[in-house]
């Protein structure tokens, strides 16, 4: 399994990013698929998880209502739109395969977001 988050950069409060996640593997279709975020010096936490069917989703309360996860199986691709965007959504995003709860298997490079104020 190889996951690669992009799509992360500097935005202004207020503003919106697109991540989005490129997944190796036959698995992909068959996986529960969420991101995380790790801010500097706080633990790595929970975003977004989406079912592999793509119907259902579940959110952390902070990003409830901003951020919206979807997948596309045919291309083995996971996103996050993230609109509204504050200075405390700052961190490097992480895009996970074999997302059960708020837990995963595998894990991809991470990308960044800043969000300035």
């Known amino acids: 399994v190889q996951l690669q988050a992009s799509g992360g950069g500097l935005v202004q409060a207020g503003g919106y990013l697109r991540l989005s996640c490129a997944a190796s593997?036959?698995?992909?279709?068959?996986?529960?698929m969420g991101w995380f975020r790790q801010a500097p010096g706080k633990e790595r936490e929970f975003v977004a998880a989406?079912?592999?069917?793509?119907?259902?989703?579940s959110y952390a309360d902070s990003v409830k209502g901003r951020f919206t996860v979807s997948r596309d199986n045919a291309k083995n691709a996971l996103y996050l739109q993230m609109n509204s965007l504050k200075p405390e959504d700052t961190a490097v995003y992480y895009c996970?395969?074999?997302?059960?709860?708020?837990?995963?298997?595998?894990w991809g490079q991470g990308t960044q977001v800043t969000v300035s104020s």
């Open positions: 593997g036959r698995t992909f279709s068959s996986s529960g």
């Open positions: 996970a395969q074999g997302v059960v709860g708020r837990r995963a298997d595998y």
């Open positions: 989406i079912s592999w069917s793509g119907v259902s989703t």
